[in-house]
C-alpha cells in the first residue's frame, strides 16, 4: 500500500511542479528551507564555538568572521537584512548532526570538504570560502623549526571529530614515528592543556593554529611550523535535498568573491549600477534577472556587497586587520596569483 | 485464573500506547534518514578505523576496526569505573565512620570534606583537577630537581605519572602459589567454622590467612624459579626544551585527574550511606552485643556491620551507578572513554549518529544492569535469611 502511495505522492508532486513552473516564485514554493527562512524572519546558521577571524562573537554577542559573513551574505539577500541571523554555536562534534536534523540551515564552521562527508551523511558542501591546510604550532623554546625533527614519544594535542586525527595519524605513520595524541572535545581546553605544557605540539589546521594562538597566554612564544601536511579546503554546508537554498548559498558566497574580482565594494556599489562593464551591472542588479532563478529580487547581490561586502573586505576586517594571518597566501584572487577562482555570475 | 475486562483494559492501553509511541519515532527517524540520504546500518563497525586513541588496554591503532576502537573506549569505561568504585568506597567508608565518630576535630573535618565535594559540580572538579594538576606538576625535565619523584623510580610530570613496569619470569608459576594460597585459606576457614561450632575453640583464621597469601607466592620466588625485575622510566630529549620518560607504564594525567575528582564526589554520597546505615542501626543491638562479652571490634564485625549494610548497600548501588555513567563526562578532557572515542571521534569519522548512539546508550545501559544485579545479589546474601 505504501509503494502506491508513494507513486501517487510524487504523481502529485510532478503536477503541482508543472503548474508552479508557470508562477514566478517557483523556486520559493520549491524550497522548503527558503520559504521557511522567510517565514521565520532570520537565517539560521551554525557557527564554531569561538575562533576568531572565522567565527567569534565579542563581549556584547555579535558574532563576526569569514564564515559569519557567509551567512550574513545569504540573509542579505534571501531577508535584505545582513543582521536577521541566528547563530548557533556547536562542537566539532555536533555540527553535521545539527544541519541534517534541521535545527540549523548553513553550517558555516571552518569544515572541510570531503567525499566521504559529501557523499555519505546527508550534506551538500556549497563552495569553499577558505584554502587551508593543516599545521603543527610548537613552543619556539623547543628549538624544533621543522616536522623533520619530531621524535619518537611526541604528545599532540588537537580536536576530536575532525579530519585533523585522521592527518595526524597519516602523517606521523608515514614518517615512522611514533607518537600520544591527546584528543578534546572543545578547542578551549586544546589551548589551555597545550599551553600549560601538556603536549608537545598543537595540530589543527593553520588558520586555526593562527587564530588560538592569539589566545595563549604568550602568544610570541609559540610558532607554527611551515609545512603543510593536508588538503583542508574550508567552506559552507547545507543540508542535502534542497538544490535551490543550495543555489542561494553558492552563489551568495561566489557573489562576495566575484565582487572583489570587479572591484565592487561596499562602499562604491551602487556607482558601479552605472558601469560599462555587463558584468558588474549583473553582479549589481542594473541588468539581467539573476534573481529570479532563485525567487528573489534582482538586487539580491546588490544587496549583498553593500552590506557585507566582497571577500576581500571581509577577509582584511576579519583575518587580515586582526593580525591573524595577514598574508592571504592561497586565498588570493586567482588573478592575483591565489586559487579563489569562481564561476560567472550571468 | 479469572481475568476481568477492567483489570485488562489499562494494561492493553498502555502497552498499546508504548508501541505506537515506539512505533511513531522509528517510523519517522526511518523516513527522515530516507529524504535526507542517510543510509542505516552496522556494516561501519567493520571497518578501519583510521584514528589513533591516547590510552589503551588492548592493542589498538587506526589499522584496526570501528569495533576494536569501541572495545577500547568501553574498556577504558570499565578501568575508571572500577578504580573509582574502589577508591570511592574505601573514602567514603573512613569518612562515613569519621561523621561518627566523637572526636571533634575527625568529625568536623569529614563533615566538611562532605558538604564540600558533594555540592560542587562534578564537570567542573574534573576541569578544576585535571588544570590544576597541569599547573602544578613540572615538565618531566624538572620532576627529579622538584621532587616529584619518589625512590627515583616514579615520576609525577605534567605528561603523566611514570611508573616502572614489572618484567616477569615464569609468571604462570606465581600465579599457581597465588591459587594454591587461595584454595588454603578457603579450606582452613571451612574447618576453623566446624571446629567452633564443634568445641567452641576460635582459630586466629585471619593471621593464618595473611601468611599464606605472602608465604606461598615467597616460596614461588625462592624455589619456584620466579623472577621479578623492573624497568625503570628514564628521561629522554625530544627537544632542546621538551622531554618524555622512556620506559616503565606511563598513567596520562587524564586518567589520574579523573580518577580522582570521582573518587572524592561519589565518596561524599558513600560516606553519607555509610553513616545512615550504622546509626540506622539500634543502640540496643550494640549494648546487648556488649552484655554478652564481645569485644568492640567483634560488635562492630558481627553484630552492626551485618545490620548496618543492609541499610547500606541500596543507596550505595546507586552511587556506584552514578559514578559509572558521570564517567562519560571524561571527554571534557580528553580521557579516552566510551563517549569519548567511540561517540565521538567514530561518530564524526562515520556520520551513523543513530548507530552509534544506540549502540552507547546499549552498552551504558549493560554496564549498569550488570552492577545493580551483581549488587542485589550481595544484598540478598546479607539480607536476613528468614525460615
Known sequence: MFKYLKQLTSLVAMVAVLFTFTTE??????????????????????????????????????????????????AAAVLGDANKVKFTPLSAKERFTALTSGEIDILSRNTTWTLSRDADIGLTFVGVNFYDGQGFMVRKSSGITSTSQFKDGISACTNIGTTTELNMRDFFNSKGISYEPVAFEKADEVVAAYDAGRCDTYTTDKSGLAAQRTKMKNPDEHIVLPETISKEPLGPVVRQGDAVWEDIVRWSLNTMIEAEEYGITSANADMMKTSDNPAIKRLVGAEGELGAAFGLDNDWSLRIIKQVGNYGESYKRNIADTGILPDRGPNQLWTKGGILYVPPAR | ??????????????????????????????????????????????????????????????????????????????????????????????????????????????????????????????????????????????????????????????????????????LDIFFYSIIAAVVAIIVIRIHARKVQENQGK????????????????????????????????????????????????????????????????????????????????????????????LTPNQVLKLVIMPQALRIIIPPTTNQYLNLTKNSSLAAAIAYPDLVLVFAGTALMQTGKAIEIVSITMFTYLTLSISISILMNWYNKKIAIQEK
Open chain 2, 1 to 170: 485464573m479469572n481475568f476481568k475486562p477492567k483489570d485488562i483494559v489499562p494494561q492493553l492501553i498502555t502497552v498499546l500506547a508504548v508501541v505506537l509511541v515506539f512505533g511513531f519515532f522509528t517510523y519517522n527517524a526511518q523516513i527522515n534518514m530516507e529524504n535526507r540520504g542517510i543510509d542505516f546500518g552496522y556494516g561501519f563497525l567493520s571497518q578501519e578505523s583510521s584514528f589513533d586513541v591516547q590510552f589503551s588496554l588492548i592493542e589498538y591503532d587506526g589499522s584496526h576496526s570501528y569495533f576494536r576502537a569501541y572495545l577500547v573506549g568501553l574498556l577504558n569505561t570499565i578501568l575508571v569505573s572500577v578504580i573509582g568504585i574502589i577508591i570511592a568506597t574505601i573514602l567514603g567508608v573512613i569518612v562515613g565512620i569519621a561523621r561518627l565518630s566523637p572526636n571533634y576535630l575527625i568529625n568536623k573535618f569529614a563533615a566538611f570534606y562532605v558538604e564540600f565535594f558533594r555540592n560542587i559540580p562534578l564537570l567542573l572538579q574534573i576541569f578544576f583537577w585535571y588544570f590544576a594538576a597541569l599547573r602544578a606538576l613540572p615538565l618531566p625535565q624538572y620532576a627529579e630537581s622538584e621532587g616529584y619523584t619518589l625512590f627515583g623510580v616514579f615520576f609525577l610530570t605534567i605528561k603523566g605519572l611514570y611508573v616502572p613496569a614489572f618484567i616477569w619470569e615464569n
Open chain 1, 25 to 74: 516564485s517557483m523556486a520559493a514554493k520549491k524550497s522548503k528551507t527558503l520559504k521557511n527562512t522567510q517565514k521565520k524572519g532570520f537565517v539560521r546558521c551554525g557557527v564554531s564555538q569561538g575562533l576568531p577571524g572565522f567565527s567569534n562573537a565579542d563581549a556584547a554577542g555579535n558574532w563576526t568572521g569569514v564564515d559569519v559573513d557567509v551567512c550574513r551574505a545569504v
Open chain 2, 202 to 293: 576460635q582459630i586466629p583464621v585471619f593471621l593464618i590467612s595473611i601468611g599464606l597469601i605472602f608465604i606461598l607466592p615467597l616460596l614461588s620466588f625462592l624455589i619456584g624459579g620466579v623472577k621479578l625485575s623492573f624497568e625503570v622510566p628514564v628521561l629522554k630529549q625530544l627537544a632542546t626544551t621538551s622531554f618524555i620518560y622512556e620506559g616503565g607504564v606511563s598513567l596520562p594525567p587524564e586518567l589520574i585527574a579523573l580518577t580522582l575528582s570521582l573518587s572524592l564526589y561519589t565518596a561524599t554520597f558513600i560516606a553519607e550511606c555509610v553513616r545512615a546505615g550504622i546509626q540506622g542501626v539500634g543502640k540496643g543491638q550494640k549494648e546487648a552485643a556488649a552484655s554478652i562479652g
